[in-house]
């Protein structure tokens, strides 16, 4: 079982550049997250998706869109790179439409903006 | 400031030494989880506590919610290399919200 898969796993940009990470999970699972693991700082929900058609914003969602494609795939799209943007990204999905915490995450997406 | 603060931030154990990892959260808990994270890798899920007193284990990591479910503690007995990583403890408040702590490295010195 491929769970939750994540591309690309690194990249780097430069400064102003954009770019879409992709996540698709294979589980049948009504909700998904974006969030990012930055040191000391733990992980930081950017967007969420409680089931195919909804959206809504987390905790730090200024410099990202998403859309939740289907019910497998939810991407992030940075618009504009900063280097405040320089972090790991994670993609989670949940069998519940509500978050009970019980996610299950991709491996990572490591982001550079130089 | 996080919401849920987990101590120490890091730890260096010897093989075969026991340790305790904490987490406490300023709000009481739905749920409180415990995610390990290998190093460079994804998150693996390990345990859900719901109850006040709660306790679960899965093979030598015990786990604990507090009365008021606001704090929990991971125990693990017997450390092997295989158990470093980064232990995260997550806390649902509800909605769709799930908190995390800034994580716990454990290095284990074989």
């Known amino acids: 079982n491929a769970g939750v898969t994540q591309t690309p796993k690194f990249q780097v940009l430069k400064t102003g550049q954009s770019m879409t990470l992709q996540c698709a999970q294979d589980?049948?699972?009504?909700?998904m997250y974006w969030y990012r693991q930055d040191p000391g700082m733990g992980l930081r929900l950017i967007y969420y998706?409680?089931?195919?058609?909804?959206?809504d914003k987390g905790e730090v969602p200024n410099g990202y869109n998403v859309s939740r494609l289907n019910k497998r795939e939810f991407s992030l799209r940075l618009e504009s790179a900063a280097p405040s943007q320089t972090s790991v990204y994670f993609c989670?999905?949940?069998?519940?439409?509500?978050?009970?915490?019980?996610?299950?995450f991709g491996e990572g997406s490591r982001l550079t903006v130089l | 400031s996080q919401e849920l603060e987990q101590s120490p931030q890091s730890l260096i154990v010897q093989e075969g030494k026991n340790l305790t990892i904490n987490c406490t959260s300023s709000?009481?808990?739905?749920?409180l989880y415990w995610y390990k994270q290998k190093y460079g890798e994804g998150l693996i899920f390990l345990m859900m506590?719901?109850?006040?007193?709660e306790e679960k284990s899965h093979e030598k990591i015990t786990a604990k919610l507090d009365e008021k479910k606001q704090q929990s503690s991971l125990h693990i007995t017997a450390s092997q290399p295989s158990h470093a990583g980064i232990y995260l403890c997550?806390?649902?408040?509800?909605?769709?919200?799930?908190?995390f702590g800034a994580g716990t490295r454990l290095f284990v010195k074989a």
């Open positions: 989670a999905s949940s069998p519940r439409q509500r978050n009970t915490g019980e996610l299950f």
């Open positions: 589980m049948n699972h009504n909700s």
């Open positions: 998706s409680a089931s195919e058609g909804t959206t």
């Open positions: 709000k009481t808990l739905y749920g």
């Open positions: 506590l719901q109850k006040g007193g």
């Open positions: 997550g806390g649902f408040t509800g909605g769709f919200k799930t908190i």
